[in-house]
C-alpha cells in the first residue's frame, strides 16, 4: 500500500508570497495528481503528471520519480488561492487513487 | 467541467436503514470511483468499476455494494446504514485514456 505524506499539514501566508507544498510517497506510481478542494467541498483537478514539470498560470508542479517526490509551488499568492490542496498518487491497473491528508493553505491579503 | 453528477446532495438517514446514492455520467469513461472523505483520513477509495457489470473493492469496502448496470450509472449502496458511515461521498471518473480523474459535487450524508 503506498503511504502518501504531505507537508506543511497547515500553511498561512501573505498575499504575494511563493508558496510550496510538499508530496511524498512510499512506492513506484504511474502518475500523481494535485487536487484543490475549496471550503464548500468541490474537487478540482489541478494537474496531472507522471514525469519532469507542468506550468498553469501562476501554478507549477514538479514530480522527481527517483525521490518519490512533488512540489506543488504558487506563484504571487492570492487570498482566493485558500483551500485545501491534496495530492494523490495512481499505481498502474484500473484501481483508484491513493491520497494523502491534505494542505490547508491560507492567503491573507 | 467533466458531466458527472451525483444524487442526492444531502441526505439525513437513520442507522440501519437502506441508503443508495447515485452518479452519473454523460462522458461514457470507462472507469468509475467511490470514495468517502472523513476529517483525519482525507479521502479513501470504496469500490470502482473497470466497465459495465465489471467492478471491485477499494481500501474501505466492509458495509458497501456498488452496481453498474449501464455505462452512465455507478450506484452505492449501504445495506444498512451505521453512524461511522456518516462521510461525504464524492464520485469521480476517468477515460480508459488517461489516469487523469474528474470528480462529481459529492454527497454529505448523515447517519443518526
Known amino acids: 500500500k503506498n503511504e502518501v505524506e504531505q507537508s506543511p499539514q497547515n500553511l498561512t501566508a501573505q498575499e504575494g508570497e511563493f508558496i510550496t507544498i510538499n508530496c511524498s510517497y512510499s512506492v513506484g506510481i504511474s502518475a500523481l495528481h494535485w487536487l484543490q478542494q475549496h471550503p464548500g467541498g468541490g474537487i478540482v483537478s489541478l494537474f496531472m503528471l507522471s514525469s519532469g514539470k507542468k506550468k498553469h498560470g501562476r501554478l507549477i508542479a514538479t514530480i522527481n520519480i527517483q525521490e518519490k517526490h512533488s512540489s506543488l509551488h504558487i506563484t504571487a499568492s492570492h487570498p482566493r488561492d485558500s483551500a485545501v490542496y491534496i495530492c494523490?498518487?495512481?499505481?498502474?491497473?484500473?484501481?483508484?487513487?491513493?491520497f494523502g491528508k491534505g494542505t490547508h493553505l491560507i492567503i491573507q491579503p | 467541467d467533466a458531466g458527472i453528477t451525483q444524487s442526492p446532495r444531502h441526505k439525513v438517514t437513520e442507522t440501519g436503514t437502506p441508503v443508495t446514492l447515485r452518479c452519473h455520467q454523460t462522458?461514457?469513461?470507462?472507469?468509475m470511483y467511490w470514495y468517502r472523505q472523513d476529517p483525519g483520513h482525507g479521502l479513501r477509495l470504496i469500490h470502482y468499476?473497470?466497465?459495465?457489470?465489471?467492478?471491485d473493492k477499494g481500501e474501505v469496502s466492509d458495509g458497501y455494494s456498488v452496481s453498474r448496470s449501464k455505462t452512465e450509472d455507478f450506484l452505492l449502496t449501504l445495506e444498512s446504514a451505521t453512524s461511522s458511515q456518516t462521510s461525504v461521498y464524492f464520485c469521480?471518473?476517468?477515460?480508459?485514456?488517461?489516469?487523469?480523474?474528474?470528480f462529481g459535487p459529492g454527497t454529505r450524508l448523515t447517519v443518526t
Open positions: 462522458e461514457n469513461h470507462r472507469y
Open positions: 468499476s473497470y466497465g459495465v457489470k465489471d467492478t
Open positions: 494523490a498518487v495512481k499505481g498502474g491497473g484500473a484501481d483508484g487513487l491513493t
Open positions: 469521480a471518473i476517468r477515460p480508459g485514456t488517461t489516469y487523469e480523474q474528474y
